[in-house]
């Protein structure tokens, strides 16, 4: 194999990887929302004055206080089957993410650890994609720098990880069928179970009142949903005793595969820090990239 055979197939490799990490990055937008950790109150539960509309409306409400959060997420996402993943995130006073993610029907390929520090992805720590990046064990990308082509196609969504995962957690106030399934434990926690059900035009809808920053970031937001072909979602929500969501689940059908997403909290507001990798471990896409073109 020649030199420019060699370099077009490591950026066929670049591409793929970014293309698979990416999708969890979108998933993580997609439906992280405010979470609570465990409590001894009343799981949620609406008083006689409290409709399960305002429940749900009370919880969403609380996650504007959210400055960091952990959580488990797992499901089915479309084109990329079932997946895994921890994380921790942190929203203020600027926007840092750690997650550790497997991707359960790629095999070696499907694992991966991705982390967001001063708006650069870092995605690594798998075994496989060290043999074809020279032993460097991350792959760099400055969100800023980086375009579609480079990002094969992903780039609106690993941008959302700048989001404030909390926003979305407005979008069950859309549903006008709102109910209360009953009281469960999720991971040790009493909480009460409500379902319901959305559509994007009801939510696009519902953001002409927002404020010109809120709304802007309902939209961007509400775009993923729009690439994948779902225009109608079933979301479940459990709120524990401090009318916060222990527990959140969204599912649609897109036009390449079913999303189904689960997502339980562990901790808010506490310490998250997150660091780069060692800058000697590490390869930039974006100079990898331009070399490429140049040559």
Known sequence: MGISDSRTAVRRSARRR?????????ALAAGAVSCGGKSSGSAGEETPEMTPAAAVAKAAKNSDDITSLSYRMKGDYPEQGRI????????????????????????????????????????????????????????????????????????????????????ESTFMTGAK????????????VRTTHYTGTVTLDTLKDGF????????EQHEKSLKQYED???????????????????????????????????????????PVTVEAPPAEDVMDLAEMMKELQSS
């Open 18 to 26: 970014a293309t698979g990490a990416a999708f969890a990055v979108v």
């Open 84 to 167: 895994e993943a921890e994380a921790s995130m942190r929203l203020k006073p600027t926007v840092a993410m750690s997650m550790k993610m497997k991707a359960l029907d790629q095999g070696a390929d499907g694992s991966a650890e991705i982390r967001l520090v001063d708006k650069v992805m870092y995605i690594g720590g798998n075994a496989e994609m060290a043999k074809e990046m020279d032993g460097k064990t991350w792959m760099k990308f400055d969100l800023s720098a980086l375009g579609e082509d480079a990002l094969g196609g992903q780039a609106a969504g690993v941008g959302q990880a700048e989001q404030n995962p909390a926003a």
């Open 177 to 188: 069928d709102v109910k209360k399934v009953g009281t469960e434990t999720v991971d040790g």
């Open 208 to 215: 002409a009142s927002e404020d010109k920053a809120t709304r």
């Open 228 to 270: 994948l072909g779902i225009d109608k979602m079933t979301m479940d929500m459990w709120i524990d005793g401090d009318d916060h969501a222990k527990q959140f689940r969204m599912k649609g059908d897109a036009d390449k595969g079913p999303l189904d997403m689960t997502f339980t909290f562990l901790d808010i507001n506490k």
